[in-house]
């Protein structure tokens, strides 16, 4: 089983009721503080799942100018049913349909770890951006430094090497690069790059 079809079976509304995934998961609450600070008018979130940070970025900015990508049809059907006023579309992380510079700020939370060639779904993203990328590596980031490739649920997930990460990313010469950890059941980071 892929991803998608995981996906496709799993009650999106339970993810803006769940404290532990939806609204008030504090990365999620630091995501809509980085919104706030760097005053974000125009961005994209690529895995937008069930709208819940689509909410936030309204919160934050009520005139913010939103488009959500999603893999998975079914996320897409709810968030367009649930959130008329938002621009959700299907699309792939390794081939999104966005001309270069098209968005202000970038963000993506739980989809590189599924990817084997994350360093190419991060390319898109940064490609896309014209000015901020932040991305989530929920797990093996943080003091790990290995790697693993397991089966988790039916669907692939990763652990990244931190010291390779970290490498790849200074690659792309950032302006600026911050690093905001967080400690829970798995090793959490978020990563602010300032595109140059």
Known sequence: MDITSFWSRVNPDLFLQNADEGYNKPIR???????EQLKVNKMLE???????????????????DYTGVDITPQMIEHCRLKYPEGNFMEGNILNLPF??????????????????NW???????YRISGGFVLVNFFHGLGTTTFK?????EGYLNNIFDWNEVM???????????????RLCLLEEALILFQKA
């Not at 609450?29 to 919104?35: C, E, V």
């Open 119 to 125: 360093e190419a779904g991060f390319s898109e993203l």
């Open 148 to 152: 693993k490739r397991e089966l988790h």
């Open 167 to 181: 490498t790849t990313l200074s690659a792309f010469n950032p302006v600026e690069m911050r690093i905001y950890p």
């Open 46 to 64: 690529v895995g937008c799942g069930p709208g819940v940070d689509f909410l936030g970025a309204k919160t934050v900015n009520p005139n913010m």
């Open 99 to 116: 001309a270069d510079n098209s968005f202000e700020f970038v963000y993506c939370k739980d989809v590189l770890n599924h990817l084997d």
């Open 29 to 35: 609450q630091l995501y809509r503080s980085l919104l």
